[in-house]
């Protein structure tokens, strides 16, 4: 298609309005512009095209043996397009929210929460995909991704909807009484970390140890891994909003407190959100405030 030679959409769009009322008037109530205006862009059209499309001789304007031709295309064309539109709006209304978070923050925080979601929203599907790994946010895939950090990932539109700082912890079993050891102490117990992380590493090292956990680390998922830290079978790094329960109730100590302004995230695409999306980081966000 050479699209240099093409007309201007809005003389097109004029003359389309014309033919299916037959009015300059009608067309312009139509396209929410003047009559003038669509007689305007009806000139500019044949001027463009070098053809009559109006035949101008009686009293009311009719379409030219041309002017059928256009509009039979036109009457396809733009048909067309409004039924590809209709159709995509359908699906994309009806497609469900697709919700990226880690299986931590799922288990912890929204599961206990998604009845009232429902309740609110019965008629907005949702599809929750736990894992850290970071995916891609982009049209007809991930809407919302729930991630933990300082909220500066760039090309995307973050919102800090909790601040809970990492915290080291384990059950009084594991360690027998104490409630304080030393990174070095630490490193000599069995270590849990959520699947797709390196967190005990991690911390291990920059607290100056060498070496990872000496008793071995299992990976499990986030859910998991706050039930094996329950029950006594390794440390863990966690937000400490997760575990508050627990060391309030003294189901688990907490052994060091890394303070720092990070915490989980509303992350979005730079992009505008259909309507149901927009629906469930409105609510996110106010169960948020309650808290």
Do not use: C
């Not at 312009?28 to 053809?51: C, F, M």
């Not at 039924?83 to 912890?108: G, M, N």
């Not at 500066?152 to 104490?178: C, F, H, T």
């Amino acid at each position: 298609m050479d699209w240099m030679k093409m007309p201007p959409l809005a003389s097109l769009k004029a003359f389309h309005a014309f033919a299916e009322t037959g009015n300059v008037v009608q067309a312009g109530a139509l396209l929410n512009v003047s009559h003038a205006a669509i007689s305007q862009q009806l000139r500019a059209l044949e001027k463009h095209l070098g053809a009559a499309l109006l035949d101008r001789s009686g009293k009311s304007m009719t379409l030219t043996a041309d002017g059928e031709k256009l509009a039979r295309a036109l009457h396809l064309g733009f048909g067309a397009i409004s039924d590809a539109v209709a159709d995509l709006l359908h699906i994309t209304q009806d497609r469900p929210v697709h919700v990226s978070l880690t299986p931590s923050f799922a288990a912890s925080w929204l599961m206990p929460r998604l009845p009232a979601f429902q309740s609110e929203y019965p008629d907005v599907p949702l599809t929750l995909d736990p894992t850290p790994a970071l995916v891609s946010l982009r049209p007809g895939g991930v809407d919302v991704a729930i991630r933990y950090g300082e909220g500066d990932w760039p090309g995307l539109n973050s919102e800090l909807l909790l601040q809970s700082p990492m915290v080291i912890v384990a059950a009084p079993a594991l360690l027998k009484g104490r409630t304080s050891m030393t990174p070095d102490e630490l490193s000599q117990l069995p270590w849990l970390e959520e699947l797709g992380t390196t967190e005990a590493t991690t911390w291990l090292a920059q607290q100056g140890v060498e070496h990872g956990p000496r008793a071995g680390r299992i990976a499990l998922p986030g859910n998991l891994m706050l039930e094996a830290l329950r029950a006594g079978q390794g440390v863990t790094v966690t937000a400490r909003h997760f575990v508050e329960a627990d060391v309030k109730a003294g189901r688990v100590v907490e052994l060091f407190h890394e303070p720092s302004r990070r915490g989980y995230h509303i992350v979005t695409a730079d992009a505008p959100l259909r309507p149901a999306v927009k629906a469930f980081v409105g609510w996110i966000r106010r169960q948020a405030s309650q808290m």
